[in-house]
């Protein structure tokens, strides 16, 4: 699926499914709730904590499907073609880290 299809598959979802788009503030603290759950399950699957019995279950591809759906939501709402949004920005990080990386001794 492009980003574009997504975009457009998350606007049809809301406008029938959902009735309508949750207002960009409320959004913005969807997000970073969402952006919090998988942080929780990268912190225990990755990092020094340990999962509670009833978190063993979870699905890290789901939780950062939710990242990505609310995100999209966000765009839409803003106008923001995240196609384009995403070509700039890796036109910019190649261009401004061109060398950057190459040069990082902690990569090597």
């Given at each position: 699926m492009k980003i574009e299809e997504a975009q457009a598959l998350v606007d049809d979802w809301?406008?029938?499914?959902?009735?309508?788009y949750f207002n960009e503030l409320t959004n913005t603290a969807i997000l970073m709730e969402e952006v919090g759950e998988v942080a929780r399950i990268m912190s225990r699957r990755?990092?020094?904590?340990s999962f509670k019995e009833s978190d063993k279950a979870v699905d890290l591809g789901d939780e950062m499907a939710?990242?990505?759906f609310v995100l999209i939501c966000l765009a839409n709402q803003t106008g923001i073609n995240l196609t384009e949004a995403l070509e700039k920005n890796l036109q910019k990080k190649t261009i401004r880290d061109?060398?950057?990386?190459?040069?990082?001794?902690?990569l090597i």
């Open positions: 809301i406008k029938t499914t959902g009735i309508r990755y990092g020094e904590q939710d990242v990505l061109a060398d950057r990386h190459k040069n990082n001794s902690k």
